[in-house]
């Protein structure tokens, strides 16, 4: 590969959303090279802290449930949104894979260095999704990712900071926009 294809790859990653996806299914294999992918991130100290937990069949349908509850009981009753309930519901019905990103703080490092690592480490996830033609959208929804032991058990020190949506979908995807580098680039020379 070279410096362009990467580049291009780079440039062509977006948020696929789950109601894009289709109902094509996420092999074993696909999953393998995404996670495998993920697991070349770089990390401080050689942590490798990033954790993933796979919520597929069944599972979905009590993350679904889960998900519901948390934001009803966590939403004002005058503030109850049935179109927000309904789309809560639409993400776990529409998605193939289910994903928690979660972290181990090692307490090797800084506990932001070692979401830094598994923030990258969900970037190599979501470049290989890409190039698989599977859609990827990370929702970081406060109390449903505060809570999420009420849903799972988690290592000692483990953390969820996200739930990764995934789905294989059809079609184009849209064409997005930076300001230009030079904007955001400084060069010291002294």
């Known amino acids: 590969m070279n410096a362009s294809d990467l580049l291009s790859i780079i440039k ?5 959303f789950p109601p894009q996806y289709n109902q094509e299914e996420i092999t074993r294999e696909e999953l393998n090279q995404i996670f495998e992918a993920a697991n070349w991130a770089p990390s401080h100290k050689k942590t490798e802290p990033w954790r993933f937990i796979v919520l597929e069949g069944p599972v979905k349908d009590r993350f679904r449930e889960y998900v519901k509850r948390i934001y009803v009981q966590g939403t004002p009753p005058d503030q109850l949104s049935d179109r927000k309930i309904n789309a809560l519901i639409e993400k776990c019905d529409k998605s193939n894979k289910i994903v928690l990103i979660n972290f181990l703080d090692t307490e090797k490092n800084p506990e932001w260095e070692e979401l830094a690592a598994t923030s990258m480490a969900v970037q190599n996830m979501w470049l290989m999704a890409s190039t ?3 859609g990827a959208y990370w929702s970081s929804p406060t109390n449903v990712i505060a809570n999420v032991d ?3 058990t988690m290592e000692e020190g483990e953390k969820c900071v996200g739930v990764f949506y995934m789905g294989k979908y059809d079609g184009e995807t849209p064409e997005a926009v930076r300001q230009p580098i ?3 680039v400084k060069f010291l020379a002294y």
Not at 12 to 16: D, V
Request: hydrophobic share 30%; proline share 0%.
């Open 182 to 184: 030079e904007n955001k």
């Open 12 to 16: 062509n990653r977006r948020s696929i």
């Open 150 to 152: 009420e849903f799972t």
């Open 132 to 134: 698989l033609n599977i």
